[in-house]
């Protein structure tokens, strides 16, 4: 049985089986990564949870379709490799609220998308998955038959034809792991959140972390986003809106404790792929993240298998890093995010920029 509620003209949100498993497909990188920051970080897991169901739950309603909220996977996979603190990555949410709300109000995405280019994002996501990759390997060799298990575990869920989920089902797997050797969590109030000190983050390693994130988040999160509501749902939702909305999320979610937040085409084609159609699975979505923060303790989170946690990370990042074969410059992809792993992230993005404007000039002079 559905229910179903209009809020305004074409928004709407429904209540059914569907949108029910719709919201699984928005959880199968947003889990992974906090619970991974959650484990080699100072985050907290409580708050990080409490962020992601307001804003899920915020922009269900706001755009009635099934957005995607999930972490700044650029900020998040070098917070991840120890390559930025907590207080570095709160500072690049911070900044990049600024940016994204300015960027949305003035209109001007047109002008930075001819700029960056489409090989030079493929390219940093694909540095991206490298360096998860990186981290994923170093955490499985930890325990290689805890991670031999969770491959298993992958490689049979993948194996029945739900290659989608395989993360997802780790994940649970090592929970259970988690709660057999600390217990059943009570449920328990998170408390104020934490203070990053961000007045001492303004660092070199956050400023390369801004730049690649902003590739990132111009591509994959606004534009290509807008362009998949226009496929999907027939609805126009003009990418500067996406990157106002984002500043907004990020201006108010990073004081209360959560992390860099986005919206996704990722996201939202899994909550489609899983059976979403309105934002209604956003506000179920948005539920289970406040729910599950009650019992996120810090000794349930210290208790999960680090090993398998690599094979997390080793999902996501191939997912993730198979994107560069859509590259219409597949070399300058390649290329950029092998920079990035012995280097850089952000002399890559910012050099591939200048090789793709340089390309470009010499084809149409050609």
């Not at 089902?169 to 929970?175: I, K």
């Not at 111009?218 to 986003?225: E, H, M, R, V």
């Not at 539920?287 to 996120?296: D, F, H, I, K």
Request: proline share 5%; charged share 10%.
């Amino acid at each position: 049985m559905a229910v179903s509620v209009d809020i305004t003209g074409s928004r709407r949100l429904e209540f059914s089986a569907d949108e029910l498993t719709g919201a699984v497909g928005d959880s199968l990188t947003v889990l992974p990564i906090v619970v991974a920051l959650a484990l080699l970080t100072e985050i907290s897991l409580p708050h990080v949870l409490i962020a992601f169901g307001l804003f899920q739950i915020v922009w269900g309603a706001w755009y009635g379709l099934p957005v995607s909220v999930e972490p700044m996977k650029a900020l998040a996979a070098l917070a991840i490799a120890g390559a930025l603190s907590y207080a570095e990555l709160a500072l690049a949410g911070l900044v990049l609220g600024v940016v994204l709300l300015a960027i949305g109000a003035a209109g001007a995405l047109s002008v930075v998308e001819r700029w960056i280019g489409e090989p030079v994002i493929r390219g940093i996501q694909f540095a991206v998955g490298l360096i998860l990759l990186e981290t994923a390997l170093s955490l499985a060799a930890g325990s290689p038959p805890l991670a031999a298990v969770g491959l298993a575990i992958a490689l049979g869920v993948v194996a029945l034809g739900y290659r989608n989920a395989s993360a997802l089902v780790v994940l649970a797997a090592g929970a259970a792991i988690a709660v057999w050797t600390a217990g059943v969590p009570p449920v328990q109030s998170p408390g104020l959140p934490p203070v990053p000190a961000v007045g001492s983050a303004l660092t070199w390693s956050a400023a390369d972390g801004i730049v690649a994130q902003f590739a990132m988040t111009i591509g994959n999160a606004a534009l290509a986003t807008s362009l998949l509501f226009s496929d999907l749902f027939d609805r126009e939702v003009p990418a500067d809106e996406l990157s106002g909305s984002m500043g907004v999320t990020n201006l108010l979610a990073v004081p209360l404790g959560g992390i860099p937040m986005c919206h996704g085409c990722d996201g939202v084609a899994g909550k489609y792929e899983f059976g979403a159609r309105t934002g209604g699975a956003n506000v179920i979505l948005g539920v289970g993240y406040l729910a599950l923060a009650l019992v996120a303790t810090g000794a349930l989170v210290a208790a999960f298998p680090l090993a398998m946690l690599g094979v997390l990370l080793a999902l996501v990042a191939v997912s993730l890093g198979a994107n560069v074969t859509e590259s219409s410059d597949l070399p300058l992809s390649i290329g950029i995010g092998l920079l990035a792993l012995v280097w850089n992230i952000g002399v890559a993005f910012l050099l591939g920029i200048v090789a793709h404007l340089a390309m470009e000039r010499y084809r149409r002079g050609a």
